[in-house]
């Protein structure tokens, strides 16, 4: 199956006794057995769900994998990841993450002894010469959040594995969705999702994905997945797999119009430096040429005038880009990554890689384009 077909049919069956083209939602915590642990292959639905079943083989199927995991949160699918190290073990990470996965990694998870070092993933001797003994994990986003950054995933997995096989490679895959890249294609072991944002698509839900295509990983993860219980529950499964059907949709869309307002950008007489990937003299702009089918939907930028006051002006007078949290969803939002997203991130660290406080994230949705470039205009001339 072509991938505009998998968001459609990848890992779904009819519903056996009616015929249903969607699984029921089944709400239900438990499931009746003829003998002790003689069951239909479901028994309790911390488990399994078969709601939950038929969106995690979507998520399989999306991702090019054997097998999904649905998780409560992006950030429990994170959880999930680093569950799989030991204390002493080490992790590389990216120096621009998800300001929720930094707090985790080093609030959460430091304490008990994980050590992260974090590096500039565009450059991929930054994490061979950060590889020890003790290097169990790779994670990397790309593009970065707010930055859009590019890593080249292909380089950085064949690399980091021909040094030591074992290290495992985790891709947060939030940004560009499988519809741009699949990383599991290109050597990474695992890809993680916060499904709230494009798989989901509609802003409804809070959810966290996985995918991995190795059997091993796959009962490590289903084991941790059931013993921790931080699952996604029957509806946001089902509202989860509805939104995944029209995610190539949507996606050309929000990548249509992701070029539209960063070229506006770009050619405004207010507006400093435009962070998109798919502007050509955006530093990665030829990996990320190489990699995605095209750029995503998201844009950041700084308005020259780089004053707080100013930047407020803008962030409180946009009126169809709602001023919010999240992203990837169809209605297009504003963020200001230092008091939003990113505030967990300590000033010093923020400032090293450039998060000050002009900066400002758009996350373009599928309105009509002219109406989204006369809200920024009007919002840039308030
Ligand atoms: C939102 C987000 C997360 C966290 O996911 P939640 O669903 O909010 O828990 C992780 N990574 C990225 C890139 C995100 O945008």
Redesign the pocket.
Same mark, same amino acid.
């Given at each position: 199956m072509k991938f505009n077909t998998k968001t459609i049919h990848g890992g779904q069956q009819l519903e056996e006794t009616t015929g249903a083209v969607m699984p029921p939602v089944f709400f239900t915590s438990t499931f009746a057995q003829s003998s002790p642990g003689v069951h239909k292959g479901y028994a309790y639905a911390r488990g399994t769900n078969p709601t939950r079943t038929a969106l995690e083989s979507s998520f399989a199927a999306i991702e090019n994998g054997t097998n999904g995991f649905a998780f409560s %949160?992006?950030? *429990?699918?994170?959880d999930c990841v680093l569950r799989l190290l030991k204390p002493g073990d080490e992790v590389i990470a990216g120096d621009d993450l998800?300001g929720?996965?930094y707090r985790m990694f080093t609030q959460l998870f430091e304490q008990y002894g994980l050590k992260f070092t974090y590096v500039d993933m565009d450059v991929v001797e930054n994490v061979t010469t950060a590889i020890t003994e003790k290097t169990k994990l790779v994670w990397l986003?790309t593009p970065t959040?707010p930055l859009m950054k590019i890593a080249d995933i292909k380089a950085i997995s064949s690399t980091v594995k021909q040094i030591h096989s074992t290290i495992l490679i985790a891709v947060?895959n939030?940004?560009a969705t499988p519809y741009l890249q699949q990383p599991l294609n290109l050597g990474a072991d695992i890809v =993680?999702h %916060? *499904?709230?944002?494009y798989l989901g698509g509609h802003s409804d839900l809070? =959810?966290?994905a996985l995918m991995v295509k190795d059997q091993n990983l796959a009962k490590e993860i289903h084991f941790i997945q059931f013993a921790a219980g931080a699952i996604a529950g029957p509806m946001d499964s089902f509202l989860a797999l509805r939104g995944i059907k029209t995610l190539h949709l949507r996606m050309q869309r929000h990548c249509e119009n992701g070029m539209a307002v960063a070229k506006f950008l770009e050619n405004h007489s207010k507006v400093g430096e435009v962070f998109y990937p798919g502007l050509e003299n955006h530093p990665n702009y030829k990996i990320a040429k190489k990699q995605m089918k095209d750029f995503g939907g998201m844009v950041s930028f700084k308005l020259k005038s780089a004053t707080k006051a100013a930047t407020f002006r803008f962030l409180e007078n946009t009126k169809l880009f709602t001023l919010a949290e %999240?992203?990837?969803g169809v209605e297009s939002l504003v963020n200001h990554p230092v008091t939003m %997203?990113h505030a967990s991130i300590p000033v010093q660290e923020r400032l090293k890689i450039g998060i000050t406080d002009s900066l400002i994230r758009l996350s373009v949705g599928i309105e009509d384009i002219d109406d989204l470039l006369a809200d920024l205009e009007q919002a840039l001339n308030a």
């Open positions: %949160s992006g950030m *429990a699918a994170i998800y929720g996965t986003e959040n947060d939030t940004f =993680m %916060s *499904a709230t944002k809070v =959810m966290g %999240s992203l990837g %997203s």
